[in-house]
């Protein structure tokens, strides 16, 4: 009797690991990947799993929210930690890895599986009558993006990201900030920065002066009025940020009784208010460049950034209003999403996805249904913020981050020490989950 065979479109990590998942379940998969026949603009490799923008996999230390990421995908038998591990050299607390043993690790030990087919051509259609997995990446190609608005709208398609920075709450410094909303409306939901003119001016300097990030050629974005970069808009003028997004007006700083010169907002991120948004500071300055000017903003000079600002080429879908928590579409159950199109950011969260995709369609096969992790482990706080509502008005990318499973409020647990603590509850919360849901 001939298998029922998964379709997966796009041979990068989220679509390696969705076949793993499926392939050592015993279940038979159907791998399509366009290279060579067609490549995007950042790929060079014909090999699947090609890491274009870095060798680095980020931290495998566990006090690190991306390290216990890993952890966890290694309890789940991982391809791609597994590959990393194998293929590993020598980068501090680093999973860095050597680009063309890593991506070949991984091409072979998807082809030594008998159930495995692998066809090497653009995909243009989506099949919807049996199960597929979409896992095509941030450079999905002109004409599957199409396919894709389509099948979905394309209202709920994006091409470009204007991010923000996102903060952590505990390490703002409440004695120097203070809650308002403007002319006094509403609830106080907002933390405002006050800062003098002297320090005004010298922020809008260093603005100009830091270093950028340059864009690749299939990069260039013409950028919307409505969402410039912040250093764009410093530089129309003197006051350009005093009357835009640092717009002071309004805010009365109840420790002074006065008005500031001009005001940097934050609005909370999640409903935990663990993570706070720099609101309309979408930027292109280096990430080392964003730590040094941004902590020059009062309350913030120890500020530890959960997510860097950043406009870059990256399609994705709006996936809290599309996608189940099994990564089904709400509108065709036979049709998964899977990697960073979901609306994940960096190479293992992209993986990550693409293991509960590949989970989550083992199980239907299996006539079984799959619950979905704690959201008190990486992975599940990972799927609850792209699937959950809470995240619709305000949907972007987002990489790990401790504030996304960040359950704790007591103020004297020291950070290092809160994060032991996050770290420990996460694992056992998927020690649990893994042996009642039996996915490894």
Same mark, same amino acid.
């Given at each position: 009797?001939?298998?029922? /065979? ?7 990590? !989220? ?26 603009? !950042? ?34 038998? /991982? ?11 020598? !980068? ?78 505990? /390490?703002?410094?409440?004695? %120097? ?34 270093? %950028? ?148 369609? !083992? ?78």
């Amino acid at each position: 009797m001939t298998k029922a /065979s998964v379709t997966i479109i796009g041979g990068g990590l !989220a679509g390696c690991e969705a076949a793993w998942q499926l392939l050592r379940r015993g279940h038979a998969v159907h791998l399509y990947e366009m290279k060579p026949q067609k490549f995007s603009p !950042a790929h060079k490799m014909e090999n699947l799993a090609e890491l274009v923008c870095s060798n680095s996999l980020k931290s495998n230390s566990l006090d690190n929210a991306t390290g216990l990421l890993k952890e966890e995908m290694r309890r789940l038998h /991982s391809l791609i930690i597994m590959a990393a591990d194998r293929t590993q050299v020598a !980068a501090g607390s680093a999973l860095a890895v050597d680009r063309l043993q890593f991506a070949t690790e991984i091409e072979t030990q998807l082809k030594r599986e008998k159930n495995f087919t692998l066809d090497r051509v653009e995909v243009t259609k989506i099949p919807e009558d049996s199960l597929t997995i979409i896992a095509t990446g941030p450079l999905t190609s002109d004409a599957m993006a199409q396919e894709i608005a389509r099948m979905l709208d394309s209202a709920y398609l994006y091409f470009y990201d204007a991010i923000a920075p996102i903060i952590e709450a505990d /390490s703002i410094d409440m004695d %120097k900030v203070f809650w308002a909303s403007r002319y006094d409306k509403g609830t106080p939901d907002y933390l405002n920065c006050p800062l003098s003119r002297e320090e005004y001016e010298r922020f809008r300097q260093e603005l100009l002066l830091g270093e %950028k990030v340059a864009a690749k050629p299939f990069e260039e974005v013409r950028h919307f009025e409505s969402c410039l970069p912040v250093e764009v808009l410093a530089s129309r003028g003197e006051n350009s940020l005093a009357f835009g997004p640092m717009k002071p007006v309004g805010l009365i700083n109840p420790k002074t009784g006065s008005m500031a010169y001009a005001v940097v907002q934050l609005r909370r991120e999640n409903t935990a208010g663990t993570l706070f948004n720099l609101v309309g500071f979408q930027t292109k300055l280096t990430w080392p460049e964003q730590r040094r000017i941004f902590r020059l903003i009062p309350g913030l000079q120890n500020a530890q950034f959960a997510r860097y600002g950043s406009i870059h080429r990256n399609t994705y879908i709006h996936s809290p209003s599309l996608l189940l928590p099994s990564l089904q579409l709400k509108t065709n159950e036979n049709v998964f999403f899977a990697g960073q199109i979901t609306g994940v950011e960096g190479y293992t969260e992209s993986a990550a996805m693409g293991i509960l995709a590949g989970l989550n369609a !083992a199980f239907i096969l299996e006539g079984k249904k799959l619950q979905p992790p704690p959201v008190h482990t990486a992975l599940g706080a990972l799927l609850h913020y792209i699937v959950s509502p809470e995240s619709a008005d305000r949907f972007q990318p987002m990489n790990i981050n401790f504030g996304l499973l960040n359950t704790l409020h007591a103020k004297k647990i020291r950070k290092k020490e809160k994060n032991i603590i996050l770290v420990n509850q996460a694992l056992q919360a998927l020690n649990d989950w893994i042996a009642g849901q039996n996915p490894a």
